[in-house]
């Protein structure tokens, strides 16, 4: 068809299609359609409309041609520049976060769309929808149902029948055979000298090797012995079944199977039936109480009733989607079906295999005392059997549900590749981990000269195992991806999205590494230097390097931080300057909002900077008295008498009372009665002083003796003795309530009067005869 007759029929059509449009005024290609167009095309390209072939040959063109053709908006401005957008995150196109995202993003996109294939091939339960309900809706299709029934009735009731009444036959000669099946026959000298071995699995397992032997010798003659029997009850089990088969076959031979379709149809369940009764027959030929293995009561009927279970949903469904497709069911509605009763028993499966991993476990696992790397696998596989026993069923399922070419043998590579790669990577993994624990093993000499050397090594030494483990999956991951057929080492070659992983993560495990041992070797170097000042005595200067350290250890975390979190946001291409703007911007709007942060960052700063306050110390601070428990950047910790916590804020502290600067001075005030002798109280108090110095508990507190100021204060009532004891800031109050309890006690002895505080007024009360003799005054 040419171009020229093309447009014809095109703009003949238009204009059919559109009279307005034709009455306008008409375009410049329209015009040249007009004058172009001649009778003889135009009969041509009525012919073309009114037949079917050549219209949609033409749809197809035209469509093809307006495929091939550019948008408008592109047509009318080829050289229009789209707007530039601004990514959301800063990060350049070439950067190692764009690949990576990039390449999730087309990955996640693949997989996707796998999937969706995947659940496009597996589901077409529509089809079976649509025949079910043409099926019902069909009067001819209902009629061939009821004839399908009733002529199944009647088939169905003569087999069962005869089938009936063989069973009711064979019941003795089976009763018979089940007397005389042996249970425990006599094993010939030298096999075994035991009639009866071991039943269950746990006490097989409990044996010895040899006995372990002797016993499975013993129970394969029990089974040799056994085996004629068993099949000749088998055989009389069967021919019930026989005998049902025989007598559906017959009838189906009369006038009754002369359809067809309902011939197939009634064999399709006689089939089904026989195999549901052959195959339990055959499990309890085999595992039933007088079946060819001897297995206990309880694991025998578990056996038989999920094989029921198995074999009435595995046989019914196929047997309902063959008799569905000879009713006219399409054939990827059969397919759907199928599948669908095939996943049903293969989760059957997965049930049984998670109702049965503690027992199979006990059976792999290797016995209690044994060491080594085949007890190590044993016991690894105890654990892990059922996840891959899963994994290998619903693979099962999913290869013959796919229809995948070769998949049971690619299945089995994939199987023995990622088994022999999981194992090799477990054995790596613990050569690697123990020289990694006999690396990190210090001896005793280096534990001597360095005695927290061990704890802060052990602090590293989870977090290392977890590294070297976590690079060893990965490898490990990357080695099944290629037994799996993924060519995963093309992504580290050069300039791939792997290898600029790798040097990523290098760069950032080297900056964390060397950022530990500078933090170690700061902290290290902190402790050492107060432990040295302690020992040589400078406890002052110990002190105050042990006040500095929470706040040296904050600010260098602080700075570790920050520069290798800007190394490995550098590292995986997003552009750190702006986030450098953003932090000194942040930071002066804090230091403008946040004054009184910044005053007590400060105010703290300088005085610990001028050793104002350490820990431990006594101290007043805001009106709070206690002891010093810590000092951070922002505030002062507080402990205290009374066991009550003050936490105050530097910006508060405007005055420090420290009581803990090597000197406290006792006081000594004391009133005696104003007729006592002063000299001879103040000797005693003296005395008291220099027999405090002689005791061992008080000579290392008291810095010197009593010194007496002399009497501060007399009045009409008490003469006020003053004075102090030189003591230690951690003596002060011990010496000076041990001096008032020998004061007291020694006033008393020598009968020296302490002055109360009270005053005492003595009034002069008048007689009544003085009362009548003064006069009076008259009223009136």
Not at 406 to 415: D, E, K, T, V, W
Not at 566 to 592: D, H, K, M, Q, R
Not at 660 to 669: D, K
Request: positive net charge.
């Amino acid at each position: 068809m040419s171009h020229r007759f093309l447009f014809a029929i095109l703009f003949a059509v238009t204009v059919l299609a559109s009279p307005a449009l034709a009455q306008s005024a008409p375009s410049p290609a329209a015009s040249h359609a007009n004058d172009a167009l001649t009778p003889e095309q135009a009969r041509r390209a009525l012919e073309t409309l009114q037949d079917d072939a050549k219209r949609a040959q033409m749809i197809d063109t035209l469509r093809a041609i307006a495929n091939a053709a550019p948008p408008p908006n592109q047509a009318a401005q080829p050289n229009a520049a789209a707007p530039e957008q601004k990514p959301a995150i800063p990060l350049t196109s070439d950067s190692l976060g764009a690949q990576l995202l990039l390449t999730v993003s087309e990955q996640v996109t693949e997989i996707s769309q796998q999937v969706a294939d995947v659940a496009r091939t597996l589901t077409h339960f529509r089809a079976f929808y649509w025949w079910f309900v043409r099926t019902a809706n069909d009067p001819a299709a209902y009629g061939q149902l009821l004839d399908i029934a009733w002529k199944l009735a009647l088939v169905l009731a003569c087999a069962l029948a005869v089938e009936w009444l063989i069973f009711r036959l064979m019941r003795r000669p089976l009763v018979y055979l089940e007397q005389h099946i042996p249970h425990a026959a006599r094993v010939p000298a030298p096999a075994l000298a035991m009639a009866d071995p071991p039943s269950s699995a746990a006490d097989i397992l409990s044996e010895p090797e040899p006995q372990r032997r002797r016993i499975s010798l013993a129970r394969l003659w029990q089974s040799l012995i056994r085996l004629p029997f068993v099949l000749g009850r088998l055989a009389l089990e069967l021919l019930p079944v026989l005998a049902f088969v025989g007598v559906a076959t017959t009838v189906l031979g009369t006038e009754i199977g002369d359809m067809p379709t309902t011939r197939l149809v009634i064999l399709a369940v006689v089939n089904a039936y026989a195999v549901s009764r052959g195959v339990i027959c055959a499990v309890r030929a085999l595992f039933g109480p007088f079946g060819l293995f001897r297995i206990p009561a309880e694991t025998a009927a578990y056996i038989e009733i999920w094989t029921r279970r198995i074999v009435a949903v595995a046989v019914s469904g196929i047997c309902f989607a063959n008799v569905a497709l000879l009713l006219g069911l399409h054939r990827a509605g059969y397919w759907g079906l199928l599948r669908l009763v095939m996943l049903v028993v293969h989760l059957f499966a997965v049930v049984i295999i998670l109702q049965c991993r503690r027992q199979v476990a006990d059976l792999i696992r290797a016995p209690a005392g044994r060491v080594g790397i085949a007890a190590r696998a044993r016991n690894r596989a105890a654990a892990l059997w059922h996840h891959l026993a899963i994994a290998v069923d619903i693979a099962l399922w999913a290869v013959w549900a796919l229809n995948i070419r070769n998949g049971y043998s690619l299945m089995l590579q994939y199987f023995v590749g990622t088994i022999a790669v999981v194992l090799i990577a477990r054995l790596v993994t613990m050569v690697a981990l123990s020289l990694i624990d006999r690396g990190f093993s210090i001896r005793p000499e280096i534990l001597q000269r360095f005695p927290g050397l061990e704890v802060r090594a052990n602090r590293y030494l989870p977090v290392l195992r977890r590294m070297v483990a976590g690079i060893i999956a990965f490898v490990g991951f990357v080695a099944v991806l290629e037994v799996w057929g993924v060519d995963a080492i093309v992504w580290f070659y050069g300039g791939q999205i792997g290898s600029r992983l790798l040097s990523a993560f290098a760069t950032v495990a080297i900056a964390a590494f060397v950022a530990a041992a500078i933090w170690e070797v700061s902290n290290a170097l902190m402790d050492r230097q107060i432990e040295a000042l302690s020992r040589g005595g400078h406890f002052a200067r110990a002190a105050r390097l042990r006040t500095f350290q929470p706040m040296l250890r904050t600010a260098l975390l602080c700075v570790i931080i920050t520069v290798v979190g800007l190394t490995a946001l550098s590292e995986i291409g997003v552009n750190v300057a702006p986030l450098l703007a953003g932090a000194g911007i942040v930071g002066i709007a804090i230091g403008f909002g946040s004054q009184k942060l910044v005053q007590d960052l400060i105010t703290g700063l300088f005085l610990l900077i001028e050793n104002g306050v350490q820990v431990g110390d006594v101290v007043n601070v805001a009106g709070l008295s206690g002891t010093v428990e810590n000092v951070s950047i922002r505030t002062i910790r507080l402990r205290a008498a009374d066991g009550a916590v003050h936490i105050v804020p530097f910006s508060a502290v405007t005055t420090i009372t420290n009581a803990s600067r090597g000197v406290g001075n006792a006081a000594v005030s004391v009133s005696v009665a104003y007729k006592e002798d002063t000299d001879r109280a103040g000797e005693i108090l003296k005395d008291i002083v220099a027999e405090m110095r002689r005791e061992p508990e008080y000579r290392m507190a008291i810095r010197g003796d009593l010194e007496l100021w002399g009497v501060d204060k007399v009045d009409g009532a008490m003469a006020t003795i003053v004075g102090q004891i030189r003591c230690t800031d951690s003596g002060r109050w011990p010496v000076q309530r041990e001096f008032n309890r020998r004061m007291k006690r020694r006033f008393q002895e020598c009968g020296i009067e302490i002055a109360s505080s009270g005053q005492t007024i003595l009034m002069a009360i008048p007689t009544p005869a003085a009362e009548d003799a003064k006069p009076r005054r008259a009223t009136g």
